[in-house]
């Protein structure tokens, strides 16, 4: 074999190594390319916070909505009359304006390196660490889908799914019963609105009425805040206690009956998540485990790693409401 054409089959395999090796999701990813990334989106979501301390749950939820549609790939952030984030199941999801911020920033530094997938990623992160939770280490080098269909956010779960409903769309993002209860408890941060709510206590099916799970001393508050005829736009904390510490409250709340949701209430009732949830407050739990931040920590880089785009799939989008 002539030597130029040996020279060349080398270099497109040394070029294809290199390609899949940058295909991989990968702690600091951005190291060369863009040192400050990671640092702007803190900087920015701190700031978020410091103005709103509600912003933690929000850029967490909106991770959490962006991954269970098309990946982790930045699919909601599409701003079209026809895009996901108008779907029913993203109703309330918010936070746009927060990674729209912090992408105008990484462009002017380092233009068409940074993904919006991965500043959504970077930016739940350093919300849970802001809002008291466990710091960790986040892999990146997603990049941005270039689908975004309002019809695609039909099989999110939902608060009124059963257990197996969820457990089932859970397993099919890869994703275990461990993992769907660990990351329901994101719900520790944030509130919900009366709309989620009212239908626990006025309208529970079956028969009507009040969902008799729901702690009886609890249940004067949770119709105090929602009254039959009242606004259902009204906010309460979802964690009752602990809504801006981010901690496994919620999670002892559930086994009391003091759950707001339902989705979270059901968890309390299945067996197998009963469990799950009760196994972080045995008696010798503070000493031989299991341990919550850590485990949460373990799933949320596991469903940070949902349907990722890497390598040559999908773009770096300039701005992040906007294909290219």
């Not at 269970?68 to 029913?88: R, T, Y």
């Not at 702690?215 to 009254?227: H, I, K, T, V």
Request: contains cysteine.
């Amino acid at each position: 074999m002539a030597l130029p054409l040996v020279l060349n089959l080398l270099t497109s395999i040394f070029t294809l190594i290199i390609g899949l090796s940058e295909g991989q999701l990968r702690v600091g990813f951005y190291a060369e390319t863009c040192p400050t990334a990671e640092s702007i989106v803190r900087t920015v979501v701190r700031d978020a916070v410091i103005s709103n301390a509600n912003s933690a749950a929000i850029l967490l939820r909106l991770h959490f909505h962006d991954c269970f549609v098309e990946g982790c790939d930045g699919s909601i952030l599409i701003d079209d009359p026809n895009a996901e984030k108008h779907a029913f199941a993203h109703q309330g999801v918010g936070g746009f304006e927060v990674i729209e911020q912090a992408k105008a920033q990484l462009e002017a530094v380092c233009p068409g390196v940074v993904s919006c997938a991965d500043i959504v990623a970077l930016a739940a992160r350093d919300s849970i660490a802001f809002a008291l939770g466990p710091v960790y280490e986040v892999p990146t080098g997603r990049r941005d889908g270039q689908i975004s269909n309002v019809f695609l956010a039909n099989d999110m779960p939902d608060v009124n799914d059963s257990v197996e409903q969820l457990k089932a769309k859970f397993f099919i993002k890869g994703l275990t019963e461990k993992d769907l209860v660990l990351l329901s408890a994101a719900h520790t941060i944030g509130t919900t609105a009366c709309f989620f709510v009212k239908d626990r206590l006025y309208n529970f099916s079956p028969g009507g009425g009040s969902d008799p799970s729901i702690n009886p001393n609890f249940l004067p508050q949770l119709e105090a805040q929602c009254p039959p005829n009242g606004d259902i736009n009204i906010r309460l904390p979802i964690d009752q206690g602990s809504e801006r510490v981010f901690d496994k409250n919620i999670l002892q709340n559930i086994r009391n009956g003091l759950a707001v949701l339902k989705s979270d209430a059901k968890l309390g009732e299945d067996p197998t998540t009963r469990s799950i949830i009760d196994s972080y407050f045995g008696f010798f739990n503070p000493i031989f485990g299991p341990f919550f931040q850590p485990d949460f920590v373990e799933s949320m880089v596991k469903m940070g790693q949902i349907g990722v785009k890497t390598g040559f799939q999908g773009e770096i989008r300039r701005t992040c409401s906007g294909f290219n």
